[in-house]
């Protein structure tokens, strides 16, 4: 019976319990509306821990001023049945006062990789993130928790955060869930009318030619990332491109040769939609 | 028989075999070069814990490019001994390459509260406080953790800092220990001259004196900063005030009247030797 609790002191309390019985508790934090992507991610994770934790909770302090807090899409009765039905044993559905009390002053940075790509387009953002994870981590306890490699920058500054400050937890990610047309599943897919969504396919297409042309044997980042901007500015024509970014896999440094382990990532706005992407490459 | 342990896992790993087994883990962290106030607060530790942590670094990200990082006073074979006769159980030990290894970048920031005060004075010194606090309390887990209330505002914020970021422990605070003639205890008094040594002993007749005015019904902050600062510049010429601030006792932000809990602060240098001191009033 999967059971939904509000109250970080109660989430705390029950992993101490189910740890202290020998369980290992898996953690997925998302912000809701689920879809393909999350449910993939709760199956690997249900196949990885004996109890599973879901937070839902859309964070305010990793938006900015402008962006789309208010707009989110939520829908927590079909969540409540979707994490059911992946066997989540319990919902952490914490309200914004019990996260952020007024008074609230704490932030958690991580410097450097919170910089570049989506980091310049949205200051603020990766702070709000971290932030967040720690506290989502402290509540909730869990052995390991689950992340999506979709959203790369996040993953890789999660697992600097955890490493820098000692969290005992295991940070895992897992790979990007796809639509059969190749769109990267996301909340965020739902802003698209139907010619967007069709055009925005045409954004993974141009990330798998950049990594067909490394893989042929260029080592031009310069090369690589106008080849990726000319094939969206030719499939996606209602597309803004915010970045193409060629990048070490590890520092998420801007490299001008692709060496080592390198990843191609990119924000484009489609329509209402801001979309992102990537793709990894050697290494 | 004490043990010390120098590497973070190792630490995490002993709490949870002691915790697994119904211990209550207490920890005092330090810088070292213990004095009195240090042997008090570990004797009021060891009376509320089970088994008691201490741990001895010198947080090199709290020290300003210009302080005294390099020549702050260490005596570990001493420390050892009084730790011993403390009869605390572990002394965490850890070297500053595995607190900070290359490529750190999290640091942890508690806005507002360290603005003031010898944030002030000390830019970036609050923010380093947090981080290592945050980092110690992950590595050592213990249930409570013990500081002198004499770095007032640092136990402000790093009670809040655990309340916000929802860690697992409770922070207690003890009162500042001084020696027979008013002194606060701190690692810094051995850069004072006997004849500074002498003088320091103003700063606390001064704050008692600001108590008093407070207690004989005086409410203008501006009024009891000025017979502080009287007294000082009368009892101890040698010194140069950086601040003598009166603060809400909880938020740390000035006062103009004294109504509720309020907290007098110093800083004052004298020789080579900053020192700081407080007093808590009401409330």
Redesign the interface.
Same mark, same amino acid.
């Given at each position: 019976m999967m059971q939904v609790i509000h109250a970080?002191a109660e989430m705390?309390n029950q992993t101490m319990l189910l740890k202290?019985s020998g369980k290992k508790v898996g953690f997925v934090p998302t912000m809701g509306y689920l879809h393909k992507g999350h449910l993939e991610l709760l199956k690997f994770a249900r196949e990885h821990c004996d109890s599973l934790v879901l937070s839902i909770f859309v964070n305010p302090t990793q938006f900015g001023p402008k962006e789309d807090y208010g707009s989110y899409p939520r829908d927590l009765e079909r969540d409540k049945e979707l994490a059911a039905h992946a066997r989540v044993d319990t919902i952490f559905l914490p309200d914004v006062d019990s996260m952020y009390p007024p008074?609230?002053?704490?932030?958690? !940075?991580? !410097? !450097? #990789?919170s910089k570049g790509l989506c980091g310049a387009f949205r200051p603020g953002h990766f702070r709000g993130v971290?932030?967040i994870v720690? *506290?989502l981590l402290?509540?909730v306890?869990p052995d390991e928790a689950f992340f999506g490699e979709k959203d790369a920058q996040q993953l890789v500054i999660i697992r *600097?955060?955890a490493q820098? #400050?000692?969290?005992?937890v295991k940070i895992s990610g897992f790979p990007t869930v796809r639509d059969a047309d190749g769109l990267a599943m996301s909340s965020r897919n739902v802003y698209l009318s139907d010619e967007e969504r069709e055009q925005a396919t045409g954004l993974y297409r141009a990330l798998q030619n950049g990594r067909s042309l490394i893989e042929g044997g260029e080592t031009e980042a310069a090369r690589i990332d106008a080849a990726i901007r000319e094939a969206i500015a030719r499939d996606v024509p209602a597309g803004v491109v915010e970045y193409v970014d060629i990048v070490d896999g590890n520092?998420l440094a801007p490299v001008s040769r692709t060496i080592g382990k390198t990843l191609i990532a990119l924000a484009v706005r489609v329509g209402k939609a801001r979309l992102i992407d990537n793709i990894r490459v050697g290494g």
């Open positions: 970080p705390y202290m008074g609230y002053r704490t932030f958690v !940075e991580v !410097e !450097e #990789l971290a932030t720690c *506290k402290n509540i306890a *600097k955060m820098d #400050l000692n969290m005992p520092t």
